[in-house]
């Protein structure tokens, strides 16, 4: 069972982060979903809200506005129409 996972955010315009985290909170089209290493394959459209991801103690958070997020084998792929 593996500890973390790799999440990744972009928008059509840059990478925006690329870090591994122990979880993570991300506001889907009809409410937020809770993400923990392992988590079962998923598609999903993206709403607007904040995207709070943990490591080590530290959170990091981003506005999201829109996209979708792919998760898969300890990858979270957010691909966000704005992410700020």
């Known amino acids: 069972m593996a500890s973390t ?3 990744q955010i972009a928008t059509p315009e ?12 991300i506001p889907g089209k009809d409410g ?3 993400v923990l290493p392992d988590h079962a394959a998923l598609l ?15 959170t990091k958070s981003y506005k999201i506005t829109g996209g979708y997020v792919e998760i898969r084998d300890n990858h979270v792929r ?6 700020e």
């Open 5 to 7: 996972f790799e999440i």
């Open 14 to 25: 840059k990478l925006v982060a690329q870090e591994q985290a122990e979880s993570a909170q």
């Open 32 to 34: 937020y979903m809770g």
């Open 44 to 58: 999903s459209e993206l709403g607007e809200g904040e995207l709070s991801f943990s490591f080590g103690g530290q």
């Open 78 to 83: 957010v691909l966000a129409d704005r992410a």
